[in-house]
């Protein structure tokens, strides 16, 4: 199969309140799994830190991300990162080690209201360049630099990627990542 543009299946979750983690996950990785069998019904396999691929087609991005209740999979030619998240109450004093000095002064000019919403749109653009270079979590966020979170631009160990925002419901924010050639997409 030759993929050209990026192709996305979703689902909501209908897991109960006090669902315990472990359950939470299993689902989530059941039903990410059978949404890109549904994608692409190919034999799937798993990397050291969990990312799936497909072992026939090495060229072919795969990526998941998955929030309590909603499960996302990407793919698409080439290298991808997804990341979602429900924007929600979140002090992110807590995390500020995760945000470059630039990223913190932009975090910190925002109205209170507008802050939140950045600041998750600041994570998930970092958390998805951190899926696509295939390390996830394992690397300080901090090492992703958003440069410009409007046009979608960031830089990761010298190469820079390109964020587009991806279609949500409006109390979600999420970005897929792709590499950019030559400074261009």
């Given at each position: 199969m030759?993929m050209?543009?990026?192709?996305f299946?979703?689902?909501?979750?209908d897991?109960p309140?006090d669902?315990?983690?472990?359950?939470?996950?299993?689902t989530?990785r059941l039903?990410s799994?059978?949404?890109?069998?549904?994608?692409?019904?190919?034999?799937?396999?798993?990397?050291?830190?969990?990312?799936?691929?497909f072992?026939?087609q090495?060229?072919?991005?795969v990526?998941?991300?998955?929030t309590a209740?909603?499960?996302?999979?990407a793919?698409?030619?080439?290298?991808?990162g997804i990341?979602?998240?429900?924007?929600q109450?979140?002090d992110?004093?807590?995390?500020?080690?995760a945000?470059?000095?630039a990223?913190w002064r932009l975090?910190q000019a925002q109205?209170?209201l507008?802050?939140?919403?950045?600041?998750?749109?600041?994570w998930?653009?970092k958390?998805?360049v951190l899926k696509l270079?295939?390390?996830?979590?394992t690397q300080a966020p901090?090492?992703?630099?958003?440069?410009?979170?409007?046009?979608g631009?960031?830089?990761?160990?010298?190469?820079l990627y390109?964020?587009r925002?991806?279609?949500l419901p409006a109390m979600?924010?999420g970005?897929?990542?792709?590499?950019?050639r030559?400074?261009?997409d």
């Open positions: 030759v050209t543009q990026v192709r299946a979703q689902q909501w979750l897991l309140a669902a315990s983690r472990q359950t939470c996950r299993e989530q039903v799994r059978s949404l890109i069998q549904q994608l692409l019904p190919a034999p799937l396999a798993y990397r050291r830190l969990g990312q799936p691929y072992p026939s090495p060229k072919l991005g990526s998941v991300s998955h209740q909603f499960v996302l999979v793919l698409g030619p080439g290298p991808l990341d979602v998240e429900q924007v109450p979140r992110f004093t807590a995390i500020q080690r945000f470059t000095s990223e975090l109205p209170k507008a802050r939140q919403r950045i600041g998750w749109q600041l998930t653009a958390e998805a270079v295939g390390c996830g979590l901090r090492r992703v630099e958003v440069l410009d979170l409007k046009q631009v960031v830089r990761y160990q010298s190469q390109r964020l925002p991806l279609a979600y924010v970005w897929v990542a792709q590499p950019m030559d400074g261009r």
